[in-house]
């Protein structure tokens, strides 16, 4: 093993690291491996004759050696705070933020509840404004055993801190998102021609607080449970503005007030709203058109009258390929056709995706399959006579005085009873979209592909967007659509990543404050992927570079004579990862400045 020094730039300066590395061999030649960054080398200069001598096997003096004390983990803190100053969320949320902060790089580093919280601020660094590090509040074994609630761990005090701090929080929300879209609007300059919506749910543990939780549609598979509907509209790829709303609603319902905020509290003028196919409704679109807007959404339902209409316009010569946002011609071969006649108002696009066609042929051919292998089986307990059997029993328990009078007038024959049979058979896989049957001159079964099977094949791979947008080509009208990808990429952030569900929370209010403090972090998010992909790190996703964060760490150790230092530095083997974030995001490695008298810690 050896030492080296290695310089890294940030904002104009540059400063130089230590690192302890070994020679390995890889690939038919000698390579160096990073074992671990000690820190930077004005910060460990003190020391750095005693870690040669270390190395050379000269162990030193039990004075001059340095005393690791503790350690932390800063790196989404420091992040979360550089973007949280350059935002501007420090001065709006004026003697809250601070806490505001800690609960944000929480939801990004670690999602917990205000319980869990305490924990989280045992193994990472934190601080105030003042440099004051925020440490837990734990209650001894004697007054858990002594109280009502053993099993909670924390102070009450330091939960009704952080409670106080989402009351506090909840009347700041419109505020908060003006102030975001305008912060954005300076930063990034986004295109808010297209205004992009989507609903999701989330659902609660319990029954939830009353107003809000309803049954409804569950999107993530938990019918059983009330839930809340949350509504998200972005513009370019940032969140302007989320709404909660009952669990129970239909998504074509909530489109006239979200448009209305929208150009009224934003001032966003004239926009093209898109939407999915469940926020088509007479009801949204006439709300849309007496606003002056646009409209660009899918239409309802593969089988309905439109799509199958819009299928047999199509013209083979006539296709053109979509694009990326780049504006290159997509890999995977989806193309566009309009296929819109003269006179019509309302422009139809059929858009054909090779990848989505193979996907749907093979769940139909295993369902089809599925239903065949079922009617050959019928087929031949037909033509074993089982059916003809069956009657025949009825029939001589008929004549011996077994059935009651009137269920020997309503004997079936051989016919009716497969009838039944097919009919079940056809009941299930959605059998009826593929095949028909009869029973042929001889009593046998017959069964064939229908003319719905047909039509299935033709639908594969195919889907129908409309619009009214005259100014619109075909080919950017699917890219606008296409875009919707990012509302669902913030909603995976927001349940998978950010942990949203499920809610715990009893209060309307307190929901509310819950859900804010996950869209602040799927702001900050949001803003983060901006950055990596500006700096040429768009491969690198955001909960990766979450990830390399988690492996920045606040070191504080002794030094010979009892002074004391602290120093940040990367361990591991993502910390080439967490640099090149920490560059493209502008945050510098530098510890915050402890207070210089008073308390260092703050519960």
Known sequence: MFLMTSKSSARGRTYEYVRLCESVWKNGRSS??????????????????????????????????????????????????????????????????????????????????????????????????????????????????????????????????????????????QRLEQQLFERFRSLFQPNCDLVLYDLTSTYFEGLGPGGLARRGYSRDQRPDAPQVLLGVAMVDGLPVSHTLLEGNRRDSTTVQAVVADLRQRFGVGRFVFVGDRGMKSAASLAALQDEGLGYLMAAQGRRNPRMEEALQRLQEGAWQACEDAAGQAKQNGSRVQEVTRAGESVRRLVVHSPERERHERKLREAQQEKVRQKLQRLAERVAQGEFAKRAERAREESATGTAAADQRAELPDAAALIGDAAGRVLARDNGQRYYDWRLDAQGQLQYWENANCAAERRREGHWLLETEETGLGAVEAVRAYQELWRVEAAFRSLKDVLELRPVWHRTPERVQAHVLVAALALAIDRVVQRKLTAAGLDLLSTRAAWDALETVSLVEFELPGGQRKAGVCVNGEQGSEAYQVLQALGVPLEVPPAPESGDREIH
């Open 32 to 173: 160096r491996r990073i074992i671990a960054t000690l820190g930077r080398t004005d910060q460990l200069e003190p020391v750095l004759d005693r870690l040669f001598e270390l190395l050379r096997g000269h162990k030193p003096s039990q004075a001059a050696e340095p005393l690791p004390l503790r350690s932390w983990r800063c790196g989404t803190f420091l992040a979360v705070r550089s973007l949280w100053r350059e935002l501007g969320l420090d001065r709006l949320l004026g003697t809250h933020s601070d806490r505001v902060l800690v609960l944000v790089a929480n939801r990004l580093s670690a999602p917990a509840s205000e319980h869990r919280l305490a924990d989280w601020l045992r193994t990472h660094f934190a601080c105030d404004s003042h440099g004051r590090r925020f440490v837990p509040a734990y209650r001894s074994d004697s007054e858990r055993r002594q109280s009502k609630n053993p099993r909670v761990r924390v102070q009450a005090f330091q939960l009704q801190r952080w409670y106080r701090t989402l009351d506090a929080l909840l009347p700041l929300k």
